[in-house]
């Protein structure tokens, strides 16, 4: 791990093979080693208040509503230029991580060492290449679509260690067959147990195939992705155990213990700062405030608050929203904002059930999560009368139990692409500071809205002309 730390130090910064200085790379091991970062994070402020469930302190807001992500976002602006932003190295970061496993993929064999060892290391970097592959054509380019997906553009598929390559953009299509591809072969020679929770595991695995499938609306591959998941770990951590009071002392599930985190991936810039993001990013919005029971579901009474003058910097008292409560950090109790866990897999099985026709199965998965999230421990929800029904619970749940990260910015786009489940999202704001100079305003959000894509960062574009947005705002 303090190798690949020491190597991996800048998202501009790639290895190469036999670096000048005191270290290579030259052992099967130091490849292997090379897999995981323990800093694998996800900066989310080019894209994360594109959502119903997401709010930001008002003085952030007023008067950035042409000038950051933030505000255009937030104020559903599509007239701001948004192609001159930097994106917070979010692309760079990404293909900075697909170029490192590239460099274990392309390299390992050549190294000396066990060959079980190197189709380990090869199998495990394929599966994060994929991840970054699904991350990337779900910002940049639109929700997979069955009947234009082929036509759509989508993202660079990065498949070889290439420093001086300027590849062309593939199609949504492509890209999604590339990931399935990947994980189809790779995931099977995961193992089950790996020297650390970094190196991606089998349970893993299987519950990110099941995502992409379901993203992809493969749903019986979803079905039986996800039960293999769930045949591995389907540990769930019972919120009832965790106490009203007395959180600061409670640190049953910190750090690597949380036995339902499938992997390790952060929000912001690494798991040291990520508390730091919560308060930029860790506000859910009055809308989603009062879909909870907030007396009754742990999810909100253990996590979230809306008083108290630790958090007045970041937050407005009085807007009906809320706040992630500062003390959960990763030494209190790991929640992994971007990374998969098994409640996510209990979700997608319960979803591909729905599709299927398979109503009571999907209301089981959903109560056997719920179980663990609802006060007393009674997760039963209603029998859903018909599959929407069913999978606007789940829609629901989603909400509720996956905050933050990527989770409703992606259900958006896809759902949107289905008529029945599109959603035009609108709120009012100001709430407190409303003055002539700034009067309440109500900002919509359409199901076709461009802001859904983000543009391609400049500097990307600028060393790859090939890279062409994937909207019509192009400069």
């Not at 859910?284 to 007396?295: H, Y």
């Not at 009085?318 to 992630?324: D, P, R, T």
């Not at 996956?402 to 008529?419: I, S």
Request: glycine share 4%; aromatic share 12%; with cysteine.
């Amino acid at each position: 791990m303090l190798l690949a730390s020491y190597i991996f130090c800048a998202c501009d910064s790639y290895i190469d093979i036999t670096p000048k200085g005191s270290i290579t790379v030259d052992s099967v091991s130091q490849y292997y080693e090379l897999v995981i970062n323990p800093m694998r994070c996800y900066n989310v402020s080019s894209f994360y208040m594109l959502s119903d469930d997401a709010w930001a302190k008002e003085s952030n807001i007023i008067g950035n509503e042409n000038r950051s992500f933030d505000a255009i976002n937030f104020t559903f602006n599509e007239e701001a230029e948004r192609t001159l932003l930097a994106d917070n190295n979010l692309y760079a970061n990404i293909y900075a991580y697909v170029m490192r496993e590239n460099l274990v993929i392309d390299n390992v064999d050549k190294a000396s060492g066990s060959e079980s060892l190197k189709a380990l290391a090869k199998a495990e970097a394929r599966v994060l290449r994929a991840w970054d592959h699904f991350v990337a054509v779900n910002l940049y380019a639109k929700a997979y679509t069955p009947a234009t997906a082929a036509q759509d553009g989508g993202v660079c598929i990065v498949d070889h260690y290439d420093l001086e390559a300027q590849p062309s953009k593939s199609s949504v299509e492509a890209v999604y067959r590339f990931i399935i591809s990947e994980l189809e072969e790779a995931v099977p020679q995961l193992e089950t147990r790996p020297v650390n929770i970094y190196h991606p595991n089998r349970a893993y695995g299987y519950g990110l195939l099941s995502l992409v499938y379901l993203f992809h609306r493969d749903w019986e591959q979803s079905r039986d992705a996800a039960l293999q998941s769930l045949a591995l770990n389907s540990t769930l951590v019972d919120y009832n155990e965790i106490p009203a009071s007395g959180f600061y002392s409670f640190r049953k599930y910190a750090n690597e213990n949380n036995p339902e985190v499938l992997s390790y991936m952060w929000m912001g810039s690494g798991w040291t700062t990520e508390a730091v993001a919560l308060y930029a990013h860790g506000q859910i919005s009055p809308e989603l405030v009062a879909l909870f029971d907030t007396a009754n579901d742990l999810r909100y009474s253990r996590f979230l608050r809306q008083s108290g003058s630790s958090i007045t910097n970041y937050y407005d008292v009085g807007s009906g929203a809320a706040i992630w409560t500062p003390a959960t950090d990763c030494t209190r109790f790991t929640y992994m904002t971007v990374g998969l866990r098994t409640a996510e897999v209990y979700l997608v099985l319960a979803e591909a059930y729905a599709r299927l026709g398979d109503l009571s199965q999907a209301k089981s998965y959903v109560e056997q999560l719920r179980a663990r999230r609802i006060k007393g421990g009674d997760g039963t929800i209603a029998m859903p009368a018909s599959q929407k029904d069913m999978v606007d619970q789940i829609i629901l749940e989603r909400r509720k139990e996956l905050l933050f990260g990527f989770h409703r910015f992606f259900d958006l786009k896809r759902f949107n692409t289905e008529p029945e489940y599109q959603k035009t999202v609108t709120r009012q704001f100001p709430v407190v500071n409303v003055t002539p100079e700034h009067p309440q305003q109500t900002y919509t959000l359409r199901p076709d809205s461009r802001l859904y894509i983000i543009p391609f960062p400049r500097s990307a574009r600028d060393k790859n002309p090939n890279l062409t947005l994937n909207t019509d705002e192009e400069r």
